[in-house]
Antibody, heavy 123, light 108 residues
Framework: EVQLVESGGGLVHPGGSLRLSCEGS????????MNWVRQAPGKGLEWLSY????????YYADSVKGRFTISRDNAKNALYLQMNDLRDEDTAVYYC????????????????WGPGTLVIVSS | EIVLTQSPATLSLSPGERATLSCRAS??????LAWYQQKPGQAPRLLIY???KRATGIPARFSGSGSGTDFTLTISSLEPEDFAVYYC??????????FGGGTKVEIK
C-alpha cells in the first residue's frame, strides 16, 4: 500500500522556523513529483509548493515564496519543507501529496495524500 | 490565477438522495479538473480527475462532468460514508494550483 507520512509539526513562535518531513512507503518517491498543501483550521485547501523528481523545477505559492523551501532526498525516500519567518496565518495542517499520472491523463493529480502534520504559530 | 467557485457551500440531503455539486472556473480549464473528498480529521482523497474519470477504487455512484468553466460532481445515491466536504482543483494554468472553497454535504 502506498503511504505518505508527514512529521515535524508543532508549536512555534512567530518569526520562528520549522522543518517538515514527508516519508513514503510502498512507493519509490524518486519517480514522482511531489507537493505540499496546507489547510488552516476550518478552512479550505491551499497549494504551497511543487518539486520535480530531480529537483530541477520548483514552484511556490506567493503566500510562502521567500520564506519556505521545498527539497527532497530521493535516497531517503523523503520530502521536506523548511519554513522560516513563520506567521500566525501559517497555522494549519500541512499535507504532502504525490503527483500521480493516470493512464491517458495529460496532467498529474494529488494521489495519495499523507495524514498531515499540524503547525501552530503562536506567541 | 484561476479562481474556482463551488456551490452551494452546504448541501443538506438524506441518504439515498442524489447530490449535485458545482464548480465554476474564472477562465477555461478545459478538462483539467479534479474532485477530492475530505472527511473530518482525514486527508483529502482523489475521486475524479480529468473532469470525468474516476480514480482507482472510487465507486461508480460518483461521476463528474463538464469542461471549460462549468463542472459538476454527482453522487447518484448518497451512502452514509459520503457525507463529507468536496473540493475541486484545476491544473490547466499553474502555478499556482488552485482549489475551490469546498462544498459540505451534510445529513438532513
Amino acid at each position: 500500500e502506498v503511504q505518505l507520512v508527514e512529521s515535524g509539526g508543532g508549536l512555534v513562535h512567530p518569526g520562528g522556523s520549522l522543518r517538515l518531513s514527508c516519508e513514503g512507503s510502498g512507493l519509490t518517491m524518486s519517480r514522482y513529483s511531489m507537493n505540499w498543501v496546507r489547510q488552516a483550521p476550518g478552512k479550505g485547501l491551499e497549494w504551497l509548493s511543487y518539486i520535480t523528481t530531480l529537483s530541477t523545477t520548483i514552484y511556490y505559492a506567493d503566500s510562502v515564496k521567500g520564506r519556505f523551501t521545498i527539497s527532497r532526498d530521493n535516497a531517503k525516500n523523503a520530502l521536506y519543507l523548511q519554513m522560516n519567518d513563520l506567521r500566525d496565518e501559517d497555522t494549519a495542517v500541512y499535507y504532502c501529496a504525490r503527483d500521480f499520472s493516470y493512464s491517458g491523463s495529460y496532467w498529474d493529480w494529488f494521489d495519495p495524500w499523507g495524514p498531515g502534520t499540524l503547525v501552530i504559530v503562536s506567541s | 490565477e484561476i479562481v474556482l467557485t463551488q456551490s452551494p457551500a452546504t448541501l443538506s440531503l438524506s441518504p439515498g438522495e442524489r447530490a449535485t455539486l458545482s464548480c465554476r472556473a474564472s477562465q477555461s480549464v478545459r478538462s483539467y479538473l479534479a474532485w477530492y473528498q475530505q472527511k473530518p480529521g482525514q486527508a483529502p482523497r482523489l475521486l475524479i480527475y480529468d473532469a470525468s474519470k474516476r480514480a482507482t477504487g472510487i465507486p461508480a455512484r460518483f461521476s463528474g462532468s463538464g469542461s471549460g468553466t462549468d463542472f459538476t460532481l454527482t453522487i447518484s445515491s448518497l451512502e452514509p460514508e459520503d457525507f463529507a466536504v468536496y473540493y475541486c482543483q484545476q491544473r490547466a494554468n499553474w502555478p499556482p494550483l488552485t482549489f475551490g472553497g469546498g462544498t459540505k454535504v451534510e445529513i438532513k
